[in-house]
């Protein structure tokens, strides 16, 4: 708030110039052979000075968004939606909430999520909710559809996002990425907040045992990022390399940095993180009374995910219902047909 415009300062300067000025006019009058151009350039620069006071310094409307959803330490998680996630049945938006009701420890998260809509339906569905929202510019571009994977336009939204999130980086702010196909289960914050000294933590398809090892092959769907130097020279980076990048998606790019070793040279703190804790279709957690969050990766279309994150809703019911029943097998009902069906068309 102590951006906020203070009003009279400027006004009080400016009413001094326009003074000064019209008396230096006046003056100048009576001296015809002062050069004539003089006045105008003058004039301009008086009422540039005007202007730039006028205008006052509110906080522009991401600043405001992330500030609204922001945590005491300047955190704030980030998901992205367009139409496609808004609509039919059972939007996905509306599952990936419900994840938030149900998990433990997560429904006051939704304070601090901030739902950016690339396109008009998604940003009005996200105010209807009452949630913090963000209505993303995207050069004249609306996406409305949902992007099969790797079409043109799914790839453009990947570039917009890591654009996006290298612009909250710059301003400060720590950021818990999820996609809106992840069900946060649990709180994850206590398995993300170990060690100051790491940058940033990065979901994976398939954990291999070794939380440091770079040989992952990592999900940009879920991850957690500290705002420094040195993760906004990688969001730089990465977002550099788009143009060569063509018919690659964001992720690619990414997985091709760390090979050259970019995290290493930029200094960069990366850990991987379990997938008995940060879960997805592609590697189940073998413990509901651990995980954190189920990612639905490995699938192709939203229908098929939003089928089988049902199915997960469910399930994840049955287990709290059933906590304290040491019989009670806390595995996964599905082996979620409808995304592995997804990939046959
Ligand atoms: C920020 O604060 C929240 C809420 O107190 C806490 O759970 C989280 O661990 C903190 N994040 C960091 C990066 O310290
Ligand atoms: C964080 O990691 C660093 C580097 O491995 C280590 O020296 C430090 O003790 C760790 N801090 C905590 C609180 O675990
Ligand atoms: C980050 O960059 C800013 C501006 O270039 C500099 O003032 C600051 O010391 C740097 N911080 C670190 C930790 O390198
Ligand atoms: C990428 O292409 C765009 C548009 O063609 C251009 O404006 C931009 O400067 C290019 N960026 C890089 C890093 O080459
Ligand atoms: C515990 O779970 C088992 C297996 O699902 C079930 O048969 C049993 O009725 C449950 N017991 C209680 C007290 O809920």
Redesign the pocket.
């Known amino acids: 708030m102590d951006q906020s415009m203070k009003p009279g300062t400027p006004l009080a300067l400016c009413t001094l110039l326009l003074i000064s000025l019209l008396l230096i006019y006046l003056l100048s009058e009576k001296n015809p052979s002062e050069s004539i151009t003089a006045k105008p350039s003058l004039t301009t620069l008086s009422c540039f000075v005007c202007l730039q006071h006028k205008t006052p310094t509110y906080r522009d409307e991401l600043e405001a968004a992330l500030e609204g959803a922001s945590m005491a330490n300047k955190t704030v998680i980030i998901t992205i939606v367009n139409r496609a996630y808004t609509e039919g049945d059972k939007p996905m938006l509306d599952i990936f909430l419900d994840g938030f009701w149900l998990g433990e420890d997560t429904r006051q998260l939704t304070n601090h999520l901030l739902i950016v809509a690339v396109d008009k339906t998604a940003y009005e569905r996200c105010k209807f909710l009452r949630l913090h929202c963000y209505k993303l510019k995207t050069d004249g571009e609306d996406f409305v559809d949902e992007k099969t994977f790797m079409s043109e336009d799914f790839i453009k939204m990947m570039w917009l996002r890591t654009r996006f999130l290298g612009d909250v980086l710059r301003r400060g702010y720590n950021i818990v990425f999820t996609d809106t196909d992840v069900l946060w289960l649990r709180n994850p914050f206590p398995r993300l907040t170990?060690?100051?000294?790491?940058d940033l933590q990065l979901s994976v398809d398939q954990f291999n045992g070794d939380q440091w090892s770079q040989r992952h092959a990592i999900n940009t769907g879920f991850y957690m990022i500290k705002s420094n130097n040195k993760t906004i020279a990688l969001f730089d980076e990465w977002y550099g390399q788009r143009n060569s990048s063509t018919g690659k998606k964001e992720q690619d790019v990414l997985v091709e940095l760390m090979w050259k070793r970019v995290f290493k040279r930029l200094r960069l703190?990366v850990r991987f993180l379990d997938t008995n804790y940060f879960s997805g279709f592609c590697e189940n957690s073998r413990d509901a009374n651990v995980v954190s969050t189920v990612h639905a990766n490995c699938c192709r279309s939203i229908r098929a995910k939003v089928t089988d994150l049902t199915t997960v809703i469910h399930d994840w019911k049955r287990f709290k219902d059933s906590s304290g029943n040491k019989t009670m097998e806390s595995r996964w009902s599905s082996n979620h047909l409808a995304c592995q069906n997804s990939w046959i068309s």
């Open positions: 170990l060690n100051e000294t790491i703190r």
